[in-house]
């Protein structure tokens, strides 16, 4: 008998006399079991600091006093309806120089997390690649209401888990020790969400 055969014959013996385990029941929060998703997201955006607009019609104003804008190729048109300024395609890809001059970034997420105030991104339609969205001082997100989920395990199961995803919880912030925040270390410093198709606008 080996070593391992003789650990193994040793636990058998020791479990043998144990009772059978207790089935617990488990009862895990559904989507059912929450209030107003898009109330909830809009809570927790604003508790990190973000900018929630509602409606598609606030990007023009929004967008008033943006000289540089990068977007991503395959940006909607009536995103830039009304707006004057440079619109900067991400095709060839724009220099991390490039990036950093702009005003801000445009885009659109693949889906939202109510539960967690976070936006997420995945290359897809509208949104881009990933450094798009973290030179830019500034990032505007449209979200539609139909992106937002109340819980993570649901946004999971919208992923491709092979794509490159930027999961974004607010501006991009810090603290150091002595627990001071500094805003746009590792991303940009000013996040603001446009909200398309929630019962606060159109």
């Known amino acids: 008998m080996t070593a391992r055969d003789e650990i193994l014959a040793r636990l058998r013996t020791a479990l043998a006399d144990d009772p059978p385990p207790v089935e617990v029941p488990r009862r895990y929060r559904r989507v059912g079991d929450r209030p107003d998703p898009v109330a909830i997201l ?4 604003e508790d990190y600091r973000a900018v929630v607009h509602h ?5 023009p104003e929004l967008l008033t006093g943006v000289d540089r804008l990068a ?10 309806t009304g707006y004057a300024g440079q619109v900067h395609r991400d095709a060839p890809p724009l220099t991390p120089a490039d990036l950093d001059a702009m ?3 445009l885009t659109g997420c693949a889906v939202a997390v109510a ?3 976070t936006i997420i991104l995945d290359a897809g339609p509208a949104q881009g690649r990933r450094a798009l969205t973290l030179v ?7 979200v539609r209401a139909d992106q937002v989920v109340g819980l993570l395990p649901e946004a999971l199961t919208r992923l491709d888990p092979r794509a490159a995803q930027t999961w974004i919880s607010g501006p991009s912030a810090t603290s150091d020790i002595e627990l001071n925040r500094v805003e746009g270390v590792h991303g940009p410093r000013r996040l603001e969400i446009v909200l398309v198709g929630d019962t606060s606008g159109a």
Do not use: N, Q, S, Y
Not at 42 to 45: A, G, I, W
Not at 55 to 59: C, K, V
């Open 42 to 45: 809009v809570d927790r955006l």
């Open 55 to 59: 409606g598609i019609g606030a990007l």
């Open 71 to 80: 977007v991503p190729v395959d940006v909607p048109a009536g995103w830039l």
């Open 136 to 142: 830019p001082d500034r990032h505007i997100c449209v």
């Open 115 to 117: 539960e967690t105030g």
């Open 103 to 105: 005003d801000a970034v």
